[in-house]
């Protein structure tokens, strides 16, 4: 599975970005997806995740209530919608596509895909 992110960009406090992840490869379908962050300075850190069907999500409490993970397998994507946003939230966006497709919690060592990163950055 190769994936690409994209979607990124300056946005003020209080705004909204929708991120997306491209994927291609057969196994897009059967693979539970997430996504992470990492801000300068610190160690990346799960965001959402959401298993193959996309009947099971997850989404870590520091961002609960203002982000959506969504897929959509017919378009090989996987989505982060991001409400409310506050510059604390700043930092390089991957997805990445795990090992076991029933997870939607899942931590970098269930991960076996990385994808390219996108910048999110929240700045008035």
């Known amino acids: 599975v190769q994936l690409q992110a994209s979607g990124g960009g300056l946005v003020q406090p209080g705004g909204s970005l929708r991120l997306s992840c491209a994927a291609s490869g057969r196994t897009f379908s059967y693979s539970a997806m997430g996504w992470f962050r990492q801000a300068p300075g610190k160690e990346r850190e799960f965001v959402a995740g959401?298993?193959?069907?996309?009947?099971?999500?997850d989404i870590t409490d520091s961002v609960k209530g203002r982000f959506t993970i969504s897929r959509d397998n017919a378009k090989n994507a996987v989505y982060l919608q991001m409400n409310s946003l506050k510059p604390e939230d700043t930092a390089v966006y991957y997805c990445?596509?795990?090992?076991?497709?029933?997870?939607?919690?899942?931590?970098?060592?269930?991960?076996?895909?990385w994808g390219s990163g996108t910048q999110v950055t929240v700045s008035s």
């Open positions: 959401i298993n193959w069907s996309g009947s099971s999500t």
């Open positions: 990445a596509a795990a090992k076991i497709p029933s997870i939607a919690t899942m931590t970098r060592g269930d991960i076996s895909y």
